[in-house]
């Protein structure tokens, strides 16, 4: 056994005293040394704790998370597989089969990933030199920035407009030598806006690599899906948590050309969708039924909470693709609805800086739980 003390590297500059040095941090990247961490919304688990509530008990509105929850078809599968002591298949032949019915593309341009956070860090660390930029366009998903740093890019902001439209022209302008991907959420995350095709295509036109993230298409929006034939500069990202509710199992897709998924295949975890998850995937795409009365349900209860809100008592409600309301408002009243929220057991997501705004992102529940919010909503005028 080798003792510390007997080791060569402990006669230079590498003699340390173990504890001290790690307070330090002498073995963290020096990037990262004063890394800021990311602070994800409280999870259900952690609400059922705290409140002591049932799970199934919680407004927990603040995610995106699909409170309708899963296809019963989902639940029976799952309930009767047998081979969980077994790795799944590591190209996912069958999952991607199944997404190649539902989107109408070719399985060799499908790649499935642990949810659509890893398909962002993969692509990126497929992509990215150190020091080479990423275009980002805030208020956005906050997962595009953060990997970048993690893969040891340049995140360069082009910040959307008033209306939380992008600055198509801006983007271009940006572009430069060092400019290796553009990130643009369709529908947006938190805003809720829907880019135009017509726009995508334009900064496509530049030749640089353009992710175009559809998490929250299935509830409005048009899909680049008729690009990826014209554009091999083009990666679409899709996931399951939202209109399958299946947030839990982590399952998303990328969409783009079979070059790509090939080279991502050669850098990915060997079993990276777990097969409880691909399981969900597969029942949740042959599921149409369920599929097409859940998204039919929250995009109607979308509209009605936009029209119980818009206008009144100063809130202003942004048109929204995904299944989420966003709505800026007055300090003030923010306070308010937090207070309120906090002694309703009510969860949702606020925003306050110069490029949100005050403002609110409301996660689309069931009936009875948009009318609780509307209620509050207006005690707090």
Request: proline share 4%.
């Amino acid at each position: 056994m080798l003792r510390l003390s007997n080791c060569p590297l402990t006669k230079n500059r590498f003699q340390f005293d173990l504890k001290n040095d790690m307070k330090n941090n002498i073995f963290i990247r020096n990037d990262l040394k004063n890394w800021k961490e990311y602070t994800p919304v409280p999870s259900a688990e952690s609400i059922s704790m705290d409140q002591k509530l049932r799970i199934e008990k919680i407004d927990k509105l603040n995610a995106g998370e699909s409170m309708y929850g899963p296809s019963p078809l989902v639940r029976q599968r799952l309930s009767r597989f047998k081979g969980f002591q077994f790795y799944p298949d590591p190209k996912y032949r069958t999952l991607r089969k199944e997404i190649s019915k539902y989107v109408k593309v070719n399985v060799q341009n499908i790649f499935v990933s642990n949810g659509a956070d890893e398909l962002i860090d993969v692509i990126l660390r497929l992509v990215l030199n150190s020091g080479e930029e990423v275009i980002d366009c805030p208020p956005t998903f906050s997962s595009y920035s953060l990997s970048t740093i993690l893969n040891k890019g340049v995140v360069k902001i082009v910040k959307r407009e008033k209306d939380f439209s992008i600055d198509t022209d801006a983007i271009i302008k940006s572009i430069t030598d060092k400019t290796k991907i553009i990130f643009i959420c369709n529908p947006n995350n938190p805003t809720g806006n829907v880019t135009p095709i017509s726009e995508i295509q334009k900064i496509l036109e530049t030749g640089v690599l353009v992710c175009v993230d559809e998490a929250y298409s299935e509830f409005g929006g048009e899909s680049a899906i008729s690009l990826l034939r014209k554009y091999e500069n083009l990666i679409i990202i899709r996931s399951f948590s939202k209109w399958a509710g299946i947030a839990g199992l982590r399952l998303g897709y990328g969409l783009m050309s079979e070059y790509l998924v090939k080279q991502l295949m050669k850098i990915k975890q060997p079993y990276n969708v777990n097969y409880a998850a691909v399981i969900a995937g597969i029942a949740s795409l042959q599921d149409t039924e369920y599929r097409e009365k859940i998204v039919s349900k929250v995009v109607k209860e979308r509209k009605n909470l936009e029209s119980e809100i818009q206008n009144k008592g100063g809130y202003k409600v942004f048109p929204s693709g995904g299944n989420f309301v966003y709505i800026q408002t007055t300090k003030k009243q923010l306070t308010k609805i937090k207070k309120e929220c906090n002694r309703k057991k009510i969860a949702l997501r606020f925003y306050d800086s110069e490029i949100t705004g005050s403002a609110l992102r409301i996660t689309v529940g069931k009936q009875k739980q948009n009318k609780r919010i509307i209620t509050i909503l207006n005690k707090s005028i």
